[in-house]
């Protein structure tokens, strides 16, 4: 079966830098792939989508790689702030339009 | 109003009550989807729908039941509620596939 796969620890970084978070995916070859942003309580919120022949995408502070032979995606924030803190969620779509979501990688950006 | 809404937002029940989580929404969108998210597993596909006479298991189907009464209304019912279905529980649409809009959330638990 098809595994997604996230840091599970906390990335904590200070206000100012870029994080870079990371996606790494087996066992399937999607068809595309999104960024979610989740807070406390919340839902998920979409952020970004990448295509499978898309090598990089951005949008303000946001980019996103997609490298289908290292089955890994990589999400960058730069010029980062606290409020940027939240957790971020991996989603890779297929066939059929079915989703599967990695577990997520809580960012927390210090003053 | 938010486009996507969940009822009720809070839920204690005790182990053998049968249980039904509401979701509405407004995006006019034919697909729904039901989540559970646990802590450290991410978000897992209960069901989705594509319309209204399409409904169709995802992989942690069991235990659960949905109903598609209208476009616009996806409920997931826990027939006979057990303690390891306390999880926090999202309904998600999507238009053609790009995105997915999540519900703010039900938080159930059983006792």
């Known amino acids: 079966s098809q595994k997604i796969e996230q840091n599970s620890e906390a990335l904590n970084i200070q206000e100012g830098k870029t994080a870079t978070l990371t996606c790494n995916y087996t066992n399937y070859s999607p068809a595309y792939l999104q960024w979610y942003r989740q807070d406390p309580g919340r839902g998920p919120v979409f952020l970004l989508l990448i295509r499978e022949n898309e090598k990089e995408k951005r949008k303000e502070r946001l980019k996103v790689t997609f490298d289908t032979t290292l089955k890994q995606s990589l999400f960058h924030i730069t010029a980062s702030q606290p409020a940027d803190s939240a957790t971020y969620l991996c989603a890779l779509v297929g066939n059929f339009n079915k989703f599967y979501f990695g577990s997520g990688t809580k960012l927390n950006v210090k003053p | 109003d938010a486009d996507v809404t969940q009822t009720p937002r809070n839920r204690i029940t005790k182990t053998g009550k049968r249980i039904m989580l509401e979701c509405s929404q407004t995006?006019?969108?034919?697909?729904m989807y039901w989540y559970r998210q646990d802590p450290g597993l991410g978000l897992r596909l209960i069901y989705y729908s594509f319309d209204v006479k399409d409904i169709n298991k995802g992989e942690i189907s069991d235990g659960y039941s949905v109903s598609r009464q209208a476009q616009a209304k996806f409920s997931l019912s826990l027939e006979s509620a057990i303690p390891n279905q306390t999880a926090l529980y999202f309904c998600?649409?999507?238009?053609?596939?790009?995105?997915?809009?999540f519900g703010p959330g039900t938080r159930l638990t059983v006792l």
């Open positions: 998600a649409t999507s238009d053609l596939g790009d995105t997915q809009y």
């Open positions: 995006k006019g969108h034919d697909r």
